[in-house]
């Protein structure tokens, strides 16, 4: 922890609030269902690609490392549990429509990923269909249940649990290019396009999340950065307890440097702290005192930020024609003003 942490954060000032409680969660509300509206028409625009007729099937090579195998077999695995990520959150969530809608949308491009790993696995020669449809049955068996039954800690979780997923993706498809030199296997640029496909819905699942979680830091940062700290904490990557084969994969991922606990901390949450306007881990995570999340968040970055995806969330709107129909504009939540500076100039807890 940072040597001056404690006091500092015993003293930083709480902004004046310039909206009421329900004035912030209808906010929060509004904003991520302009942002579901946004987010799904840019979708279908960029990344509208299907399993089957995404690739050159017949072009992808035999003669992999056996690494490479483990890998693309743990992937399938880890996807087949689509339903079980999508249901019970999708329950929690039903109430809320932007949240709900984005959700759906969100396992429908998961469930591609199922697909086109499926493919995938045929596709490389070790498998036969019969192997698939076992292994298959085989995860199954096991319910994947999720690690918090809460809304607010669920987006948070899944920040992370996005961008962990989008650079495995990432680093497979650099050893397939030749570009990973602790996993040495054929040059394959039909697998390496298998894994830049789903590495950017991975990519454009992280950053909606992250914009989630700027709102949610935004307009509720006491709880929202509790619940932050309480998953930082506690994260493991999804279906780790119950697929079958689970620590050989992982060990593979971790031989191969495709992931492990240094890239874990340095390529996924190094990224999440800063692109959520937080300070590094070894500091969050020792915050234990009321009113800390205001010496923790950078708000008028966090601010910035937020104006601007709700600017851009208009402009959608007035380009659709349908401003007129929609609360679209943008209200600040705080009074910013100059709350208070360190004399230590490099301090990563000044506000302005």
Not at 161 to 189: I, K
């Amino acid at each position: 922890m940072h040597p001056q942490t404690t006091d500092y954060i015993a003293s930083a000032p709480v902004p004046a609030e310039l909206l009421t409680d329900v004035e912030r969660a209808e906010a929060i509300e509004r904003n991520f269902l302009n942002l579901y509206r946004r987010y799904t028409q840019q979708s279908q625009q960029r990344r509208n690609w299907h399993a089957d007729t995404c690739v050159d099937w017949q072009s992808i090579r035999h003669d992999h490392a056996d690494a490479v195998h483990t890998i693309v077999e743990g992937f399938f695995g880890v996807e087949q549990y689509t339903p079980d990520y999508v249901i019970p959150l999708l329950t929690l969530l039903r109430r809320c429509y932007g949240r709900s809608q984005w959700h759906i949308r969100w396992g429908a491009e998961e469930e591609r990923h199922a697909d086109l790993w499926r493919n995938t696995v045929l596709a490389l020669g070790r498998r036969q269909e019969s192997w698939i449809d076992s292994y298959t049955y085989s995860l199954r068996e096991k319910d994947y249940r999720l690690p918090w039954e809460s809304p607010l800690h669920m987006v948070f979780y899944q920040v992370i649990q996005e961008r962990a997923t989008q650079v495995s993706y990432q680093n497979l498809g650099l050893a397939a290019s030749g570009r990973l030199a602790r996993l040495a296997t054929p040059t394959d640029e039909t697998l390496s396009k298998v894994c830049r496909l789903i590495a950017s819905d991975e990519a454009a699942h992280f950053h909606f999340f992250v914009e989630i979680a700027r709102l949610l830091l935004y307009y509720d940062p006491e709880t929202s950065i509790r619940a932050f700290v309480e998953v930082l904490h506690k994260f493991t990557m999804p279906a780790r307890d119950i697929m079958p084969g689970y620590e050989t994969f992982g060990q593979t991922l971790h031989d191969t440097g495709v992931f492990g606990r240094i890239i874990y901390f340095r390529d996924v949450i190094g990224p999440v702290l800063t692109a959520l306007c937080l300070p590094p881990a070894r500091v969050l995570l020792g915050m234990h005192e009321a009113g800390a999340c205001w010496a923790a968040v950078n708000i008028n970055a966090l601010e910035n930020k937020v104006r601007t995806l709700v600017e851009r969330n208009r402009t959608h709107l007035q380009s659709a024609g349908l401003s007129h129909l929609f609360k679209s504009d943008w209200q600040p939540a705080w009074e910013m003003k100059e709350l208070y500076e360190h004399n230590d100039q490099s301090s990563i807890f000044r506000i302005r």
